[in-house]
């Protein structure tokens, strides 16, 4: 069993900065697959970034790309998102994620992560 906690939302202007970070605990995340999904009100639960186990690859919804990045310490069992240029339509709740599948689409869909944290509210204001 993996635990996760997130911690780093806020509320931030347009074209501001935040730094997510999701903590885990129970096993090494060394051996998962770790994403960042996000929930806005009353929409579904989506994907948005992900790192495989060692972190020499990563996969990014188009809509961040550029703007978010993805890393891990294996060491500290942490993962981490920078998000930076933030926009009104990147506010969400969002949730930190284990799993251990890799592959095209496979990082996308919620099904793919056994163990979810309990999500850190980010708000973009205009």
């Known amino acids: 069993q993996v635990q996760l906690v997130e911690s780093g939302g806020g509320l931030v202007q347009t074209g501001g900065s935040l730094r997510l970070s999701c903590a885990a605990s129970?096993?090494?995340?060394?051996?998962?697959?770790m994403a960042w999904f996000r929930q806005a009100p009353g929409k579904e639960r989506k994907f948005v970034a992900a790192?495989?186990?060692?972190?020499?690859?990563?996969s990014y919804v188009d809509s961040v790309k550029g703007r978010f990045t993805i890393s891990r310490d294996n060491a500290k069992n942490a993962v981490d998102l920078q998000m930076n240029t933030l926009q009104p339509e990147d506010t969400a709740v969002y949730y930190c994620?284990?799993?251990?599948?890799w592959g095209a689409g496979a990082v996308s869909y919620v099904a793919s992560y056994d163990f979810w944290g309990q999500g850190t509210q980010v708000t973009v204001s205009s």
């Open positions: 790192s495989r186990w060692s972190g020499d690859y990563t």
């Open positions: 129970g096993e090494t995340i060394s051996d998962y697959t």
């Open positions: 994620a284990a799993g251990q599948r």
